[in-house]
Each structure stands twice: as C-alpha cells, then as structure tokens.
C-alpha cells in the first residue's frame, strides 16, 4: 500500500529565508509524487507535480522539488519565503485506479511566515 | 463559475437528518472524486467515480451516498450522521487520464453534525 510521511507538522520561518518542507514516500512502482498548498478556507492548489524524466521540478509561485529515488523523499524547497505563502502544505502520491488517479496524502505541515 | 464548485459551504445538522452536499465542475473532465478532510488526519479519498461509474469506495460507512449522474456534477447524500463525521469535505476533479494527472479541488463544504 502506499503512505506518506510529513514529518514537521509545523514550521515557521521568517520572511526572505530559504524553505524546505520533507515529504517521503512508500510506493511499491514509480511513484506519481505531487505537492498541493490549501490556504485558509480554501481548496488545494497544485504546486507542482513529479512523474518522470528530470528529478528536480519547478511549480508555480516559485517552488520547486526534488526526487530521490534512493531516500524515498521528494522534498519541497523556495529559496525566499514571502509572507503569503503562510499555508498548509500536502504532499500526495497517486496511482491509477481505472484511469482516473487515487491519491494518498500525508497529513500536512503548516508554514508560518514572521515578518 | 470556473472551476470546482461546491454547495453548501456550511452546513450544520442533526444526526436524524438528511442533507446532500453538491459539486459542480466547469472543467469538461471525465472523473470526480470525494475526499475528508478531519483535524490532524491525512485527507482520505472517500469515492472516485470515472465517467460516471464509481471506481473506488474507499470503506466509507453506508451513511454516505455518492451520486454522480453525469461527469460535471456530483453529489454525497447524508443521513444518520455521527459526531465524529464532522469534517471538511473536498469535491475535485481531473481528466481522468491516469495517474500523473492533476486533480483540481473545490474550497469544500465545512459540516458540522450536533
């Protein structure tokens, strides 16, 4: 069965210092690896996603992640904080159930940004 | 409307009604999913319906009824609810192209069962 695991539950860094959020993962194939960011009393929102070819990943709002096979991890990372990226991060894996995709997500780690 | 829709955003019941929480997606995908969101827990894939057939019930308790009557719409029919049911509730959807694909969320029905 596939899992995840987020190990900071929390974190909080100041605005303008560099971020990385850890994810790993258990997955018995390639794993289809994604990253979604929920923002108070809204959805999830895409970040970005890994299913194959180049390891390290860019997304939207400046973020990026990087896949290592060999540690299970798929770990999150932006080199400057702003204040509004203050949210609750998801890492998910998914595989295919017909051809839609069943996703498994950790349980989050929330990011607080001090001015 | 754009997007992944949801109806109610609130909603408060007793554990001997009956309500129905709606989502709407104005993607033109093929697969819509229902997830729970509780405090402190992983979200959890409830149904996955793919061209309007259930492909995945994820043991979810017979109290929850999922109904998708055609791929842009789909719906979660509650009755006999228990506290512990209390939770976001997350509508999304994606193409239904496989594994890779994204899946777009709506911003949730927030239910609280008395």
């Known amino acids: 069965a596939q899992s995840v695991t987020q190990p900071d539950i929390h974190i909080t860094v100041s605005e303008g210092a560099s971020l990385e959020l850890r994810c790993n993962y258990s997955?018995?194939?390639?794993?289809?690896l994604f990253w979604y960011v929920q923002s108070p009393g809204q959805g999830l929102q895409l970040l970005l996603k890994?299913?194959?070819?180049?390891?390290l990943v860019q997304g939207i709002k400046g973020f990026e992640a990087e896949f290592k096979r060999s540690q299970s991890s798929f770990n999150l990372r932006k080199p400057s904080v702003h204040w509004s990226d203050a949210a609750e991060y998801f890492c998910a894996v998914g595989r295919p159930t017909g051809t839609a995709s069943k996703l498994t997500f950790g349980t989050g780690t929330r990011l607080q940004v001090t001015l | 409307e754009t997007g992944v829709t949801q109806t109610p955003r609130h909603l408060v019941m007793g554990m001997t009604n009956k309500k129905s929480l709606k989502c709407e997606q104005h993607l033109g995908h093929n697969a819509m999913y229902w997830y729970k969101q509780s405090a402190k827990k992983p979200l959890e894939l409830m149904f996955v319906y793919n061209f309007k057939e259930q492909t995945e019930n994820n043991s979810v308790p017979s109290r929850f009824s999922p109904e998708c009557p055609n791929s842009s719409h789909l719906f979660l029919h509650l009755h006999t609810l228990q506290p512990e049911d209390s939770a976001l509730y997350l509508c999304?959807?994606?193409?239904?192209?496989?594994?890779?694909?994204?899946?777009?969320f709506g911003p949730g029905t927030r239910l609280l069962v008395l």
């Open positions: 997955y018995g194939a390639t794993p289809y």
């Open positions: 999304a959807s994606s193409q239904g192209q496989g594994a890779s694909e994204t899946q777009y």
């Open positions: 890994y299913f194959s070819g180049d390891t």
